[in-house]
């Protein structure tokens, strides 16, 4: 990755790659202009020529509209909004820009009609304006009280013909020169999520991204945080992001920073502007109770290469099919939907009829449960004759059944080519059939194309029954990086014990509970198991078992063979049950609150991979999901083992390795010393090399405040298996349980004496409990987090309490509410303490005779308070009152001079403003004296918001 050259380097490389993508960056000024005299959300005159060109083809002529219209269709435009939520006002924009503003148009014999009128050239890309622009300053006092998060969170929108359609959030460094999250930016943008959202995010948004140093995340409008995912661009390479790099650039004269490559993928994938269009316009829906529904990665370019096999053709003349492999879990089902959309929307593709065998069938809608209706062996011969729907579902069974009774065509019979351009939809169940069968199947039906789209790669049965090449490949590896799915661990239950079914269910349920109990209760995770059997007795029995034990809350349901509940109790399930046993067929629907299966039934080889998918939705509370087998048949290979849960005992390598990340945070030489492990840790503040105030040890706790959750999550998951299901004494607790638990003690000294609390989030708070439930057990005397206190030093050292009340002074400045000027002129103060005194003693002394001062710090308004922050630099280093005429024109000029030089490149500011700066201050200040303040002005200078200062020469 690049090096970072300003403060504000994630929002320089957006703006770099958008540039280069064909966004044109806005200034403040142009975008009041451009807004007009109503300041709306809209660039007005930015819509205006795209509806002066607009034609509207009527018998041949192109008729323009009127000036009226276009006072109306931008009113439209703008006023839709109002008065709705942020997720039905992105719904009632993205309606308009599909199916455009009606209007009212004069013809030219005088008649007026209503047409629609685009408010996109969705033809012709380079047509539309392209404009990204910060967001405006009122949108920027966005967080409540007390919210740091937003403090580092640079907020860009993009405009297309003036509309704003996309809102980036830049997550930058905060004041302690610590870099923000992904996460930070997408809680700053879900505040338009609220009931009354203070200054809201631009209502006409339609997608969202949140980029950090590291990459991003992107989502529709209304989706929760963790359902947010990266996108992984198919072919993507180091040449094609260096082809990008170093395309032609359009307005050249705007300065930007060299884009980072973290952020290339994503924002090619997303904002090039054909792919934009392509988005919104075909991949973007509203589901199920009002959501919207954005395509992801893997599913877009599924869809793409599906369309590109179907477009050519083999020697015989039949398209080309394959097979499309996704994880499990990742949507197939809502694959399978945008493909056939993308079918019915190109007009190349529409003479295409479509047949998908299933064994579960897309429910009907309400309206037609009740209405009888043909057979579905007549319909499956209807379509088959062409008379049926260009899509058309069939139950797996009647195909069986009509490949078996169909006589096979000869080379001359009509029916050998009465299949073309019908393309078979296949599924892993398809799959699963006689493989005689398939290929009688395959021999009725020669000209038909198969395309398989499946969880994990099918591989030939037998010679001459090809499932076709792989077309595209999305294996769980990349769904669990992209934040698709969760990863999934697998297990095989104890063998109980004996042959009575009744001893058999109590067993199974006692490891059930106990399970359950050390992985989800324990660890304060809101989360629900569930439990697969045969038979509605089976159900019973073990719902009888469970209660007999008394640690879980069940509920039985039932699924029909289309995965729907089979009466109401089903359906509904009380949100404090904590185990669904499930009889019949594998429910339909995804639980984001599912994260165990149990699985006491066999199951086919494709049922067993969408049994995973069962359980690895993302979830707030969910790190992990686990499957564990008690079904003791032989079971088949479902897929190759990379498309399967790993197996929980590949975490025993990797507690080691992180147990020995652990310990290279600690000193050499004393790492079973508490203090001195604690004292490796807490802040030890001093001057960088570029003179700012550095906390020595920020990045070593930083590493320690992660690693140790890391750590806990993974040893949940290895520890809670060994001990529920081996019966036995947990080996990996002995050994690691004591590690975890010093560790947390350490990061919780460490965090407090830095006053980090406010780090720890939900998932640092529960392994902070889990370790503490589990530290009796591996602890000869009982540690408790009160017992800290009494184990600190009678007296810390002159550096301890320098280091202490540094870190102190300076968090009172961060948040103590005090106007910029404040602030700046505190923690200028407090950096000349670090500079002026070496020695420990002397700087504590120092520190605590400024502790007066920095409580109640002079505020904007005041009379002593400058309104100039070059004067502010003079009065932190010598005395202004001898000359103060001279030092308040100094400080001007200096204010003028860093406005513009911080319109520069960023990674220029320092050479630009060093030059010019010592020819203005030459003359009227002493060498030393210049070049402190050439030293202060470079480092604090960018980050002045020189608006509303005074400027001058």
């Known amino acids: 990755m690049n090096t970072p050259h300003s403060r504000f380097g994630v929002r320089d490389s957006v703006l770099g790659w958008l540039r280069r993508l064909g966004w044109n960056p806005l200034d403040e000024g142009a975008v009041a202009a451009l807004r007009g005299e109503h300041h709306s959300a809209l660039l007005e005159k930015r819509l205006l020529p795209w509806l002066r060109r607009y034609r509207y083809e009527w018998e041949g002529e192109r008729v323009a509209l009127s000036p009226s219209s276009f006072d109306r269709i931008i009113a439209e435009a703008e006023t839709c909004c109002h008065s709705l939520d942020w997720v039905a006002s992105s719904s009632a924009v993205h309606r308009l820009l599909v199916h455009g503003v009606h209007t009212e148009l004069e013809l030219p014999n005088g008649r007026r009609i209503s047409v629609p009128v685009p408010l996109i050239d969705w033809e012709h890309v380079q047509r539309n304006h392209w404009d990204v622009a910060d967001a405006m300053r009122t949108d920027l006092r966005l967080a409540a009280p007390g919210d740091l998060s937003d403090g580092n969170v640079r907020e860009l929108v993009g405009y297309v013909n003036g509309i704003p359609l996309v809102v980036l959030a830049c997550v930058e460094r905060d004041a302690y020169?610590?870099?923000?999250?992904?996460?930070?930016?997408?809680?700053?943008?879900?505040?338009?999520?609220?009931?009354?959202?203070?200054?809201p995010p631009v209502q006409h948004a339609q997608l969202l991204l949140s980029l950090d140093r590291r990459g991003g995340r992107h989502a529709a409008v209304g989706t929760p945080s963790h359902a947010w995912v990266k996108w992984r661009e198919h072919g993507w390479s180091r040449a094609a992001q260096t082809q990008l790099r170093d395309a032609a650039l359009p307005f050249s004269d705007v300065p930007l920073d060299p884009p980072w490559a973290t952020h290339a993928e994503l924002l090619h994938g997303v904002l090039s502007p054909p792919r934009f269009l392509q988005l919104i316009r075909h991949f973007l829906r509203e589901g199920r109770s009002g959501r919207r529904c954005l395509v992801r990665s893997h599913q877009f370019f599924a869809v793409q290469c599906a369309l590109q096999a179907l477009s050519t053709r083999d020697a015989s003349g039949r398209r080309t099919g394959g097979q499309l492999c996704l994880a499990t879990g990742s949507g197939l089902q809502r694959t399978r939907q945008w493909l056939m959309q993308a079918m019915r929307t190109d007009a190349a593709f529409r003479p295409i009829r479509v047949l998908q065998p299933l064994t579960r069938l897309t429910p009907p809608p309400e309206d037609r449960r009740q209405r009888p209706g043909p057979l579905p062996a007549d319909q499956l011969t209807e379509f088959l004759a062409g008379r049926g729907p260009s899509l058309h579902e069939v139950p797996l069974r009647i195909l069986r059944g009509w490949a078996r009774r169909t006589r096979l065509p000869g080379a001359d019979d009509e029916m050998a080519a009465a299949d073309d351009d019908i393309v078979l939809l296949a599924d892993a169940d398809f799959w699963d059939s006689d493989p005689v069968l398939l290929r009688r199947l395959r021999r009725c039906l020669p000209q038909a194309t198969w395309l398989t789209l499946v969880a994990a790669p099918v591989t030939a049965q037998v010679p001459g029954l090809d499932p076709g090449p792989r077309l595209y490949e999305y294996p769980?590896?990349?769904?669990?990086?992209?934040?698709?799915?969760?990863?999934?661990?697998?297990?095989?239950?104890?063998?109980?014990?004996?042959?009575?079914?009744?001893?058999?269910v109590a067993q199974v349920a006692t490891a059930i509970s106990q399970h359950f109990h050390d992985l989800v209760r324990l660890a304060e995770r809101g989360l629900r198991a569930t439990l697969l059997v045969r038979t509605v007795h089976q159900a019973l029995d073990y719902q009888r078992a469970l209660a007999v034990d008394g640690r879980l809350k069940t509920h039985v349901a039932g699924f029909d063979n289309r995965g729907l509940p089979m009466d109401r109790g089903s359906e509904r399930i009380p949100p404090e049950v904590e185990l669904v046993i499930v009889h019949g067929e594998l429910p339909a629907t995804q639980d984001a609150r599912w994260a165990v299966l149990y699985v006491d039934r066999a199951l086919t080889a494709p049922d067993r991979l969408r049994a995973v998918g069962m359980i690895n939705a993302p979830h707030p509370d969910k790190r992990t999901a686990m499957l564990v087998d008690f079904h003791t048949d032989d079971r088949p290979a479902a897929a190759p083992s990379e498309w399967l849960p790993l197996p929980v005992q590949d975490n025993h390598p990797a507690l080691g390795i992180q147990r020995q990340r652990l310990h290279s945070l600690l000193p050499a030489d004393g790492a079973e010393d508490f203090h001195a492990c604690r004292d490796y840790l807490v802040p030890d503040w001093d001057i960088g090399p570029h003179g700012d105030d550095i906390d020595l040890h920020r990045h070593r706790r930083d590493l320690l405040h992660g690693r140790v959750t890391a750590f806990g999550q993974r040893l949940q998951v290895a520890i809670s298996a060994e001990t529920a299901l081996?019966?036995?004494?947990?080996?990996?607790?002995?050994?690691?349980?004591?590690?975890?638990?010093?560790?947390s003690l350490l990061r919780d000294a460490v965090s407090r004496l830095a006053l980090e609390d406010d780090r720890f989030n939900a998932e640092d708070r529960r392994v902070r409990h889990w370790a503490r439930e589990q530290a009796a057990q591996v602890c000869e005397q009982p540690i408790d987090y009160q017992l800290l206190g009494p184990l600190e030093p009678v007296e810390p050292t002159a550096a301890q309490s320098a280091n202490?009340?540094?870190?102190?002074?300076?968090?009172?400045?961060?948040?103590?509410?005090?106007?910029?000027?404040a602030v700046e002129r505190g923690r200028t103060t407090l950096r000349q303490v670090l500079v002026d005194f070496g020695t420990a003693q002397a700087r504590f002394a120092a520190l605590q005779a400024l502790e007066p001062a920095l409580e109640n710090p002079p505020q904007?308004?005041?009379?002593?308070?400058?309104?100039s922050r070059g004067l502010l630099v003079l009065r932190s280093l010598f005395d202004t009152t001898l000359n103060t005429e001279m030092y308040e024109q100094l400080g001007r000029r200096i204010d003028a001079l860093v406005a513009i030089g911080q319109q520069q490149p960023l990674h220029q500011f320092d050479a630009y403003v060093r030059d010019r700066l010592e020819q203005m201050l030459r003359g009227h200040l002493r060498d030393p004296q210049l070049a402190a303040v050439v030293h202060a002005v470079v480092l604090c200078g960018p980050h002045w918001p020189c608006h509303g200062m005074t400027g001058g020469t």
């Open 177 to 199: 020169k610590r870099w923000g999250t992904v996460e930070d930016g997408i809680r700053h943008l879900l505040r338009g999520l609220g009931s009354m959202p203070m200054n």
């Open 476 to 504: 769980p590896e990349h769904a669990v990086a992209d934040g698709v799915v969760v990863q999934a661990w697998r297990d095989v239950g104890p063998k109980p014990e004996g042959d009575s079914p009744s001893r058999r």
């Open 726 to 743: 081996t019966g036995g004494p947990s080996l990996l607790g002995g050994q690691y349980r004591a590690l975890l638990h010093r560790f």
């Open 804 to 821: 202490q009340l540094y870190t102190r002074l300076r968090q009172r400045l961060e948040a103590g509410g005090l106007d910029a000027d």
């Open 860 to 867: 904007a308004g005041d009379t002593d308070a400058p309104s």
